[in-house]
């Protein structure tokens, strides 16, 4: 009897996946990203409240906070996969609060967004996780054997050469991350979200996947990159936004956020739960 598959997470199917990992133009610009106002409630808990925020085209944002702050839900309501209770979110120019949900199925091709859980499917090989979004989307549609090649080209950019067959449960966490990402980047996205990429990874892998992230960067991608990963801030952050009690408390230069003496209170409370 073979092994039984492993459900995908909640909320998740083959074709979100799809949707979430594709783009309508390889050239697509990055693209800005403005909240205003935003609310997010669930059973009477108040998360977010009226969050206003600017992500700069091109930039790398790290979203931060305490653990529950609020950071995957107003991550997800970033790209409509959770509706904003109130508020205005524009990406690229575009207002997607009043879209339905095929077009924010269509907003999603150019702004992919990486689940902390990776969401590889775990009877297909990393190269035919990495060829969905060519294989068998809407708008691109390769023949098999083009998409699994161009799926072998970025694993290999993303450092997954000679990994193409294994499945997911033959990886370790650092290289289901890496192709996670391979397949959120198949078609040079204008925006991304990354949710806790390198929570329970090793410090190599860690950096393995900040350097990625960072390379997507620097190759024109606005990136939002929700984590608590100090290392990883250090590292590759050009502006840190703090999530406190709900409300943007903190958005700046990253070299602020980590400056010793920045004269932010809320820093100062974020590192000191942090030492703790």
């Known amino acids: 009897m073979g092994k039984k598959r492993r459900p995908l997470p909640a909320g998740l199917s083959v074709e979100s996946l799809m949707s979430s990992t594709l783009l309508k133009r390889p050239d697509s610009p990055p693209a800005r990203i403005s909240l205003t106002g ?18 700069p085209a091109g930039r790398l944002t790290f979203l931060v906070g305490r653990s529950g702050a609020g950071k995957s839900v107003l991550s997800r309501c970033s790209v409509g996969l959770l509706r904003a209770d109130k508020g205005s979110i524009r990406i690229g120019g575009e207002e997607i609060t009043d879209m339905s949900e095929a077009e924010l199925m269509k907003l999603r091709h150019r702004v992919p967004y990486v689940i902390q859980e990776s969401a590889l499917i775990d009877w297909l090989t990393l190269e035919e996780n990495a060829a969905l979004p060519l294989s068998r989307s ?28 294994k499945k997911p449960q033959e990886a370790s966490a650092g290289d289901r991350k890496l192709a996670a990402i391979a397949r959120a980047l198949v078609l040079s996205p204008a925006a991304i979200f990354y949710d806790e990429p390198t929570t329970g990874l090793d410090p190599d892998a860690a950096r393995r996947v900040d350097g990625l992230i960072r390379r997507r960067r620097d190759e024109g991608a606005t990136s939002v990159v929700v984590s608590h990963d100090l290392n990883s801030i250090r590292r590759i952050a050009d502006e840190v936004a703090l999530l406190e ?6 958005h700046g230069p990253a070299a602020d956020f ?19």
């Open 245 to 250: 009690d709900g409300v943007i408390a903190f």
């Open 138 to 165: 809407p708008t691109v549609s390769l023949p098999r054997r083009e998409a699994l090649a161009e799926a072998r080209r970025i694993l290999g950019e993303v450092g997954l050469c000679g990994q193409e067959n």
């Open 258 to 276: 980590l400056a010793p003496d920045a004269p932010n209170a809320a820093v100062h409370r974020f590192f000191h739960q942090a030492e703790t």
């Open 38 to 55: 935003v609310a997010k409630s669930f059973g009477g808990r108040q998360v977010l409240r009226n969050i206003t925020l600017e992500i």
